[in-house]
């Protein structure tokens, strides 16, 4: 079983993310939870999300690091507006970093940075 892990700049964000028009951010977060259990098993890998949709980052011996977009349900948002996501796993541990929407305008680049400098308070 995976456990998950959230860095607390994450918690801030999703609930910032639930007053900005998507208010069903933690129930999809919890689907992509699910999805997370079987991709990411650590004995028997069961690919649930697609190759051109989840993109590593970077890794290291400890951790990968993870970005994907998140569909949010009931958002009236286009796959191209879902929330990126980005996350770091390790063994049977799954450690969701930060996520940044398109109403935020964030750059890749910054994002990436962010979530580097996170991993490193939970791993």
């Known amino acids: 079983m995976i456990s998950f892990l959230f860095h607390d700049g994450f918690e801030s964000e999703i609930a910032?993310?639930?007053?900005?028009?998507?208010?069903?951010?933690?129930?999809?977060?919890?689907?992509f939870q699910r999805l997370c259990e079987f991709h990411f098993h650590h004995t028997a890998p069961q690919p649930r999300i697609a190759p051109g949709k989840i993109h590593r980052v970077t890794q290291n011996e400890v951790w990968t690091?993870?970005?994907?977009?998140?569909?949010?349900?009931?958002?009236?948002?286009?796959?191209?507006?879902?929330?990126?996501i980005w996350f770091a796993q390790s063994g049977a541990t799954i450690a969701f970093l930060c996520i940044g929407s398109h109403i935020d305008n964030y750059r890749d680049g910054d994002m990436d940075a962010l979530a580097l400098s996170r991993v490193s308070d939970l791993f």
């Open 65 to 84: 690091m993870w970005k994907t977009e998140l569909s949010v349900i009931h958002s009236g948002l286009r796959p191209n507006q879902y929330p990126r």
């Open 16 to 31: 910032a993310l639930e007053k900005k028009r998507m208010r069903h951010i933690r129930k999809s977060l919890e689907g």
